[in-house]
């Protein structure tokens, strides 16, 4: 195995047997409505870092435009089990990213640092695979910003619990990246409630023992790999997962 990345390990730590159904067989299967939104969703928000970049006047009718288009746009190459909610789940799509705009504590004059920015950090001297990924947005000062669509309100220690292993990661990649290190790391959720809304949850830089977290986490996954150590995990998250089917019958 030549690289690693968040997404990966993220899957492995959930279910290793979700894992060899979805990145060693690539077992295709429709997306959950949750995951589309999302995704939308976060082609918008690029679109709104990436008109500040440049320096643009930021429209919001012009974003409204560009998630109708997207959302049809996206559909062509993808299979979504929509349930006869679609117009509910856009509805939604866009009632987040109004609140969003809104709420955002990023002032529309903030140039960012990066954004949609692909780092990697070489991690042999440690005898680890080379870990890749994308960061969301990197705001001035060397602020790393990671986006989520949730269903529920996030507390800080569980969003920081959940996702420690992700921000360790951008950490790592953004000071090989740049030979600084960042000066802080925020998750900005936003919350499909019926009023949607948005938490913002800053962290400090990565701490050692959070580094020594990751680096023993991917350790686990690269020897578990090597094993074929694809085991099901049962729990909460069974309920969105789309390999249930392929689970059940696994043996
Ligand atoms: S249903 Fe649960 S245990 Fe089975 S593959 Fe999916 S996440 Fe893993």
Not at 25 to 48: C, D, E, M, N
Not at 180 to 208: C, N, S
Not at 222 to 239: A, I, K, M, N, T
Request: charged share 25%.
């Amino acid at each position: 195995m030549e690289t690693i990345s968040a997404s990966r390990l993220n899957c492995w730590q959930l279910c290793r047997l979700k894992f060899w159904f979805r990145y060693v067989l690539r077992l295709p299967k429709p997306s959950p409505p949750a995951l589309y939104v999302g995704s939308i969703v976060h082609s918008v928000l690029q679109s709104w870092n990436l008109g500040r970049w440049r320096h643009k006047t930021v429209d919001i009718e012009a974003l409204k435009q560009t998630f109708h288009e997207n959302w049809k746009e996206e559909q062509a190459e993808a299979v979504i089990n929509w349930q006869g909610e679609e117009e509910a789940e856009q509805t939604t799509g866009w009632a987040l990213l109004e609140t969003y705009f809104r709420e955002t504590p990023i002032t529309l004059d903030e140039k960012p640092e990066a954004v949609e920015v692909s780092v990697e950090a070489d991690l042999s001297e440690h005898g680890l695979p080379k870990l890749i990924g994308v960061i969301d947005l990197v705001r001035a000062g060397g602020r790393i910003v990671d986006f989520k669509t949730a269903s529920q309100t996030p507390t800080v220690k569980k969003a920081q619990h959940l996702h420690e292993a992700q921000t360790s990661c951008y950490a790592i990649m953004y000071r090989e990246s740049t030979g600084r290190k960042e000066t802080g790391i925020e998750l900005h959720h936003l919350v499909k409630l019926k009023k949607p809304k948005i938490v913002v949850t800053p962290f400090g830089p990565m701490t050692d023992n959070q580094q020594t977290r990751l680096f023993k986490g991917i350790e686990s996954y690269v020897s578990g790999l090597d094993r074929e150590d694809f085991v099901p995990s049962p729990g909460l998250h069974c309920q969105s997962c789309e390999f249930f089917d392929n689970c059940r019958s696994w043996h």
